[in-house]
């Protein structure tokens, strides 16, 4: 296994500069009286967000930056992409005290990054007599964090696969899990089409979709449907559902058709940018407690990401077009799947729950249960 | 009985202002663009850098505002809407010399703004024999220009078409006419249910939005027999703005307090967002040869000063205007929410198709009792009184003038003086 790099971020003060120009300008709009959520992030929000950040945050910026060092060992490691350039891909990387530990792939989504493994990663790599551990390779996808990204057409999961997989065979692990939700998920149900059975043995996801009801190609489905009740609980995840597709789908719009249109602002403004994370981050999680500083440490990883911040939405317009039936398409998974159903979840996001996350992943590697051992020599114990 | 409350109105956007903006602008920070991309990915890298070139160095809005306001008499007056609080309403009227000229009121869209009237007004107010004249309103919608903002929710088409009609009472047209496109294909639409008959008395739109989709009218028998080859053609851009084009729509229409964060923070942001719809949206239309040069009788005055291009114009309208960019985006929230249902007309309407408009649909789709005019053209796209202004007058002319199926629709109005309506016998 060739030597790893070690990266630590460290922002360029001439960035820090400009972002300080930019919030020392800052122009914000008015807003309809008691709007609330309902046209959008709340002024009262982000003004307070932007005043923090403006006077407090932005200052102590070595500390955030430390901090992140310190809780995930990072690196960086050229991958090679067919049909494009090479890539530099920044990675966490922690491998528990447990020899036999499985190797799990983390892969985050968006508006995420690889700050989402931040409070799993210490529970991840535990060793414990009782449950399973596990060595963590979370990378930031290309165009995410500190990833460098494609600058041709046409990179999509198939290339977002690829990268993950070759990261995990160039730090020796020939056979690991994953771990993934939102692109996450579906970068990692790309990795099982494509590297499964030999190298991934095993995939787990908290954002599983699922088809509708239809006459020809669920038509069971259709039936149960038709004749028994939801449950309260799936009632209202299904109410949750059509919400989201009705009220919150803007960005995905616009992010599959014209996200260099989009990006112009994000890229130039850091309010901008704020509200438009912001808005996902608190509404697709379950009255998730965010902080100012976690909300501003996830907006300056990507207000400072390699890429900037206008690229990484760019996922969304490659898959849609390689694939426009993605989310439609049923994928049958050809290694054990596991899947943690979260009751405020739609498509994406977030961790709110680090720790049933990672009870979901203990069980489903755990002595007894169906996907221990995949991995021979790493049953995790 | 009310007090007249018009005020003559003269852009004047402080120095102070136009200083922040420059600030901004030096301080802009560009994406990266994949290669290649071409219009692919949305506005063009080197399309935007070339702008911002221009708006930063050489661009004096200044200027412009002169010229603005050399070309456009404006007014603000106080309008009050039912259910919410008074608005002050930025307008343009100007007066043809025919004393009888045909009340009209001129209704925008998004991303444009009362300036679109600027190259049909000279046109629509012109005296002659030959055509009618019309007496020229329009204004900036709340929310746009240098008109207030409503800051309740539900401000919606009812509204709207509530200020635009009290407008021309107040302004004296008891009866009137009135054209748009884009919202203002809406608005009127809304207006023309509301006041039809008794004060407005017929409609024009070069944006005829009449289905809710894609689809023939259910009665409609072989609804794509006989297409000709300009429908074929919109049918596919239909298709194609729909797949396509409506990211910003949906956006709008559910989350535009989030997107306006950018729209007022970044001027590059509010730029891109404004050209890219310039752009996919018109006929081809060369914008940023566009400095401005509408009519001879402007040109001798004004080539010589002309530096810049109208797309800069058009963006730092919404820059600076009133209630910031934000506020424009609203009326797709309240439009969404409101719910849409069949809205039929039944005063005379006219429809003017373009070829590059967003929305087209083979005209057997659209016919209407009151559909008295229809005008299919080979050139011109959704801005259409900007991009084709004689194209669209001449269609009004033909609709109302002497012969037309909408002339004499305002009794004593016809657009034309005494001695020609009534030839010495």
């Not at chain 2, 996919?280 to 010589?304: H, I, K, Q």
Request: some cysteine.
């Amino acid at each position: 296994m060739a030597a790893e790099t070690p990266f630590k971020v460290s922002i360029p003060e001439a960035k820090l500069e400009i972002l300080k120009k930019k919030l020392d300008l800052i122009q914000l709009p008015n807003e309809i009286e008691g709007a609330g959520w309902e046209y959008g992030a709340p002024l009262s929000d982000i003004q307070r967000l932007t005043k923090y950040w403006k006077d407090e945050y932005l200052a102590k910026w070595r500390d955030h930056e430390a901090k992140l060092n310190e809780d995930m060992p990072q690196f960086t490691k050229d991958i090679n992409v067919e049909g494009f350039s090479a890539l530099k891909i920044h990675y966490v990387h922690q491998k528990s005290a447990v020899k036999g530990a499985i190797p799990l792939l983390f892969v985050h989504g968006w508006p995420g990054s690889f700050i989402e493994v931040r409070k799993v990663l210490p529970l991840l790599v535990q060793g414990s007599a009782d449950h399973p551990s596990f060595h963590v390779v979370a990378p930031s996808l290309p165009n995410f964090g500190f990833s460098e990204g494609p600058k041709t057409k046409g990179f999509e999961l198939t290339q977002y696969a690829e990268v993950c997989h070759k990261l995990m065979i160039s730090l020796g692990y020939d056979e690991y899990v994953t771990q993934g939700g939102d692109w996450g998920m579906l970068t990692t149900r790309k990795i099982t089409q494509l590297y499964g059975g030999k190298h991934c043995k095993a995939y787990h996801t908290n954002t599983p979709t699922g088809n509708p009801p239809h006459p020809i190609r669920r038509p069971l489905l259709l039936l149960q449907h038709l004749l028994f009740n939801y449950s309260p609980k799936e009632q209202a995840g299904l109410d949750r559902t059509q919400k989201f597709w009705k009220e919150q789908t803007g960005f995905f719009a616009q992010q599959t058709t014209m996200p260099q249109t989009l990006g112009y602002g994000l890229a130039d403004s850091p309010v901008g940018l704020l509200a438009w994370i912001y808005e996902k981050l608190v509404g697709w999680s379950d009255d998730y407690k965010w902080t100012d500083e976690e909300v501003l440490t996830w907006i300056s990883i990507h207000w400072f990401a390699e890429a900037g911040p206008a690229a990484s939405i760019r996922i969304y317009y490659e898959v849609i077009k390689a694939t426009p039936d993605i989310f439609t398409t049923p994928v049958a998974i050809s290694v054990p799947e596991g899947i943690s159903a979260f009751p405020k979840d739609n498509v994406v996001l977030p961790r709110r729950q680090p720790e049933a996350l990672v009870s979901d992943l203990r069980k489903m590697f755990g002595k007894g249960s169906p996907a221990f051992g995949l991995i021979v020599s790493k049953t995790g114990f | 009985m009310s007090t007249d409350s018009e005020a003559s109105f003269t852009i004047n956007i402080a120095q102070g202002e136009i200083e922040f903006l420059r600030k901004k602008l030096e301080l802009t920070r560009l994406p990266d663009e994949i290669t290649d991309a071409g219009r692919d990915y949305g506005v063009p890298l080197t399309d935007i850098r070339r702008l911002l070139a221009r708006w930063k160095d050489g661009y004096d809005w200044k200027k412009h505002e002169a010229i603005l306001n050399a070309e456009l008499p404006q007014f603000t007056r106080k309008v009050a809407v039912d259910g919410f609080d008074e608005l002050d309403i930025h307008y343009v009227h100007k007066k043809s010399k025919i004393k009888d000229a045909l009340p009209l009121l001129f209704v925008h869209g998004w991303p444009g703004s009362f300036i679109e009237v600027r190259k049909i007004l000279p046109l629509l107010t012109a005296p002659s024999d030959e055509y009618p004249s019309f007496h020229v309103v329009t204004f900036s919608l709340p929310g746009y220009g240098f008109s207030s903002n409503p800051t309740k929710r539900g401000f919606g088409m009812d509204q709207y078409a509530e200020v635009g009609h009290k407008l021309m009472l107040a302004l004296g047209y008891h009866e009137y006419v009135t054209q748009g496109g884009d919202w203002g294909f809406y608005i009127l639409r809304r207006q023309a249910s509301l006041y039809g008959g008794t004060h407005n008395k017929a409609w024009h739109t070069n944006f005829p939005r009449a289905l809710p989709d894609v689809e023939p009218p259910s009665s409609l028998p072989n609804p794509y027999d006989g297409l000709t080859e300009v429908e074929r053609n919109g049918l596919g851009r239909t298709k194609w703005f729909r797949s396509e084009g409506r990211g910003y729509a949906i956006e709008q229409g559910t989350q535009p307090q989030t997107l306006g964060y950018s729209l007022a923070d970044s001027p590059v942001g509010l730029l891109g967002w404004i050209y890219e719809k310039l752009v996919n949206w018109s006929d081809e239309y060369p914008w940023e040869e566009d400095e401005g040069l509408f009519l001879s009788v402007f040109t001798s005055r004004y080539m010589a000063n002309f530096s810049v291009p109208t797309v800069l114009t058009w963006v730092s309208i919404y820059w600076f205007s009133r209630a910031g960019p934000t506020a424009s985006l609203r009326i797709y929230y309240e439009r969404m929410h409101e719910g849409s249902s069949p809205e039929e007309t039944h005063i005379p309407m006219g429809y003017s198709y373009f070829p590059k408009e967003l929305w087209r649909v083979p005209s057997r789709w659209l016919q209407a009792p009151n559909l008295v005019f229809e005008s299919e053209h080979t050139e011109g796209g959704h801005f259409a009184a900007h991009e084709k202004p004689e194209l669209l007058v001449g269609d009004l002319r033909t609709m109302f003038g002497k012969g037309g199926p909408a002339f004499g629709v305002v009794p004593g109005k016809t657009g034309y003086n005494a001695e020609v309506r009534h030839p010495p016998s």
